[in-house]
């Protein structure tokens, strides 16, 4: 896509600091990093978000990432990782390239994991048959 800052860097008209790289799949060090080697993991052919992308397009994505935490937690000495995609505007995404953060985390970096929050009476059962539902529905639906 020819807007997109991420498809720019995928085609070598961005610089970035490239660590992993395949015929599908591109890994890059994250410009503002959470932790010294956040790592960004895309696929090569476009998708705005998580839900646009095709399941081979994940599946070769998702493939690499063990062999890239590994990569980042002996590189920087790591004690362990996140691994996030931020889906929508609502939950933080600002570019619109499908992609995987590898976050190292140290201990005691300092960094707070979400917030949590209790279901009140009967609320939980009534949103998880929701789901239920929903799942069953786009089952028949695919
Ligand atoms: P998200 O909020 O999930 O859309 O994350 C987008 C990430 O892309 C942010 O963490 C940015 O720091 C990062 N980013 C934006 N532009 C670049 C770039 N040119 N090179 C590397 N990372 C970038
Ligand atoms: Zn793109």
Redesign the pocket.
């Known amino acids: 896509m020819s807007d997109c800052?991420f498809c720019k860097?995928i085609a070598g008209e961005?610089p970035?600091e490239k660590v992993y790289e395949d015929e599908h799949v591109l890994a890059?060090?994250?410009?503002?990093p959470v932790n010294p080697g956040h790592t960004?993991v895309i696929p090569k052919t476009h998708s705005s978000d998580f839900l646009d992308t095709t399941e081979s397009s994940l599946i070769v994505v998702v493939k690499v990432l063990p062999k890239i935490a590994k990569a980042i937690m002996w590189a920087v000495g790591a004690d362990g990782f996140n691994i996030g995609v931020?889906n929508g505007a609502a939950a933080?995404?600002?570019?619109p390239h499908m992609?995987f953060?590898v976050i190292p985390r140290l201990s005691g970096d300092g960094y707070k994991s979400w917030g949590h929050r209790k279901y009140g009476e009967g609320e939980a059962l009534k949103i998880a048959e929701r789901i239920r539902t929903s799942v069953e529905n786009s089952r028949t639906i695919n």
């Open positions: 800052i860097i961005i970035s890059f060090l994250d410009i503002a960004l931020n933080g995404q600002i570019v992609h953060h």
